[in-house]
């Protein structure tokens, strides 16, 4: 099946610095790709819909000056944490959508993001 | 209230016992239903896919929704060790842009 690869799976960071994530559908062409975020023993929560070319749409109560998302093309997308802080830290999860005839979702592996 | 509700459990059974999991959700707006497995550490794996009311069946799962009591479920028959996972319910509507409302993912453990 496709594959949706995202690097790295886990880092450790200082507060106060920057951390970016990559999102890679590596089979298929990916126009929309989602970005969740999961704290322990929660549900996948949506922070934003990145479309290829276009500015990302936020979901409410998400800054979009501290999650910067860009994809520049079909098959990547990235979320760069800014100004990481503690409460940051959480297990990040993206999706693409295949953009061919079958427009289904696959899911990457996460990356756990730990600031200290 | 939470769009999609779960009971997050923990949920433990012997092996080879059929195991029930439940999703209710609010929005009569949503039109499709998804169940995942998520492994600790890992992404969640796309399990079932359904659209309408009835069952849908799958080697040893199956699916079932039922739009008009905004209830899904999803059935493990003969389960196995293997099956020991957190599972994901997630919804959404026709027009979302694919965008999934997930719920809370309900623990699994089947003991050998």
């Known amino acids: 099946g496709a594959v949706v690869s995202q690097h790295p799976s886990w880092v450790i960071c200082k507060s106060g610095t920057s951390v970016k994530i990559e999102c890679r559908s590596l089979d298929f062409q990916a126009t929309t790709m989602f970005w969740y975020r999961q704290f322990p023993k929660q549900s996948l929560m949506l922070m934003a819909t990145?479309?290829?070319?276009?500015?990302?749409?936020?979901e409410q109560g998400v800054e979009k000056d501290k999650f910067l998302i860009n994809h520049a093309s079909l098959t990547l997308s990235t979320l760069t944490v800014t100004s990481a802080h503690p409460e940051d830290s959480s297990f990040y999860i993206c999706s693409a959508r295949d953009s061919g005839d079958t427009g289904e979702l696959f899911f990457g592996e996460g990356s756990r993001l730990t600031v200290l | 209230q939470k769009e999609v509700e779960q009971d997050p459990g923990p949920l433990s059974v012997p092996e080879g016992a059929i195991v029930s999991l439940n999703c209710t959700y609010s929005n009569s707006a949503f039109q499709y239903f998804m169940w995942y497995r998520q492994y600790s550490r890992k992404g969640p794996e796309l399990l079932m896919y359904?659209?309408?009311?009835g069952n849908k069946e799958d080697g040893r799962f199956t699916a079932q929704v039922d739009k008009s009591s905004k209830y899904i479920s999803l059935f493990i028959r003969d389960s196995q060790p293997s099956d020991s996972a957190t599972y994901l319910c997630a919804m959404r509507q026709s027009n979302s842009g694919y965008a999934l409302n997930f719920g809370k993912g309900t623990s699994l453990l089947v003991t050998p």
């Open positions: 359904t659209y309408s009311s």
């Open positions: 990145s479309n290829e070319g276009s500015k990302a749409t936020y």
